[in-house]
């Protein structure tokens, strides 16, 4: 049975809220994903969390009003990052690696700030410092492309994948992998998550320079990726990122966009071991 | 011929200043070439020099008062700035592009912010933004290794050059060929040189994460590259320059540090002309 087939699990934490997780593999750290915009348990590509959980010990959850979790998502990605904690506090984590994408690394970004010592290492994926310039709201296109009210597995394909036919084919492919779930289904991502994850965006992207020095207080040894045709989040983040993070590495992965850790996900999996398992890393 | 056998020439410019330059190659418009902290002339690898004249006109020169150049060389790399634009301007060059160097790198960016027009399109080699925390002086073993009072090969070596037998090896051949010229040798830099470009770099690193904004007034294109091994200025800077630029494309270099580019003649001579010729750039 591939990994991806596990039930979800459920477990209340000490702000009332039953938060769904699923639970993968084996390490003495374990590997806990934040997911991207309107993403519940289902959007992790199975070949991911495979090959993740392949090495270690992989949790995906659904954060505050997300999918099956109870309670009302919130509108700003320092509650998000709140109740991130309230889940690491209910499972018993003393001390993580973190992996978060799109708002997801967000919210990473916030836990290494809130709660440093919860966190061993941090991967951030389409990722993006609070406050540079040029990149609050998002385009028109991309916007209406994941953002209306019905789902539109075009308009993913065109945001998470490169307009290449090697892009597109390795989408379709990813999409087919994440729809095959027959059972164990987790809940839709609701209307209201929608419209409060993308206020915390657009507040997360107010253009204000001062801001961008707050990831330098981020000691933690960091992997920034992106795809290097990601319409959603620029690859220009992720270097700024980089750049003013003081421990990280960059990779942007070739002929691909906002999903590229889905299109590339033996290669990325196998580039997370590699920052996860670097000589100095301890357990 | 070689062109790098061509022999320095002299312009007087509107300050008094007369300027020692050599003029390799054909293009409309020129390539201008900025040096690092104690170059002059002879120091750039003519490996190099024939790989970009081969396709453009190149034109390198002492600033003020280095090498042959007369004058007394400014302690502020906007003087710098100034004193290159006064070149351009005497050597009646209306748009350039400049490809800066190390120390040179510094102030390219300052004559894009003070006469962007007289710039099509910018080269930062080994560079950083003014003001990004860290970089402030330099690491006593890199000062140490280039900045004594007699010249150091071994010292140029360890900080041009990455510290495994390829890159040495390579740092070896570059170091051949740039003194293999036997006749029209530029004059050495000076010690006063030295203390006054020592003194602007080390004002240029004074942290400060508010003149980060600086360059995203940068609106050229700009193409950012370093080493990935360079100890001098590290390849995060290179990643903070792209993600802080408006336009800029960025490619570290493996197995090389600071001198990536006299290690890498033949591809990053290649990538320069790419950059210089990607569609849209008008003439």
Redesign the interface.
């Known amino acids: 049975m591939a990994t991806t087939q596990a039930s979800a699990q459920r477990v209340t934490a000490e702000n009332g809220i039953e938060y769904a997780y699923r639970d993968f593999g084996e390490s003495e750290v374990p590997l806990v994903l934040l997911q991207h915009f309107r993403g519940n348990l289902d959007n992790w590509d199975p070949a991911l969390i495979d090959a993740l959980a392949a090495e270690r010990r992989v949790v995906t959850f659904d954060n505050v009003g997300v999918g099956a979790t109870s309670g009302k998502t919130p509108s700003t990605i320092e509650a998000m990052a709140h109740d991130a904690i309230a889940f690491l506090d209910a499972m018993g984590f003393e001390r993580i690696d973190l992996l978060g994408f799109s708002i997801g690394s967000f919210v990473a970004q916030e836990i290494a700030l809130i709660r440093p010592d919860a966190l061993r290492r941090v991967v951030l994926a389409s990722s993006a410092p609070q406050g540079?310039?040029?990149m609050h709201g998002w385009a028109p296109e991309v916007i209406a492309a994941v953002g209306g009210r019905e789902p539109n597995p075009q308009g993913y394909l065109e945001v998470f994948f490169a307009h290449t036919e090697t892009s597109r084919a390795a989408g379709q492919e990813a999409a087919g992998r994440i729809f095959v779930r027959s059972t164990d289904r987790d809940e839709p991502t609701s209307w209201q998550t929608r419209q409060a994850q993308y206020d915390a965006i657009c507040a997360w992207g107010i253009p204000n320079?001062?801001l961008?020095?707050r990831v330098?207080g981020i000691q933690l040894p960091v992997f920034v990726a992106n795809g290097d045709s990601d319409p959603m989040i620029l690859p220009?983040?992720?270097?700024?990122?980089?750049?003013?993070l003081?421990d990280?590495r960059?990779k942007i992965y070739p002929d691909s966009a906002h999903g590229f850790l889905f299109q590339h996900h033996g290669e990325f999996a196998a580039d997370v071991h590699a920052f996860l398992e670097e000589p100095g890393a301890e357990a």
């Open positions: 540079a310039p040029g320079h001062a961008l020095e330098t220009r983040y992720s270097h700024l990122l980089a750049g003013l003081p990280a960059l």
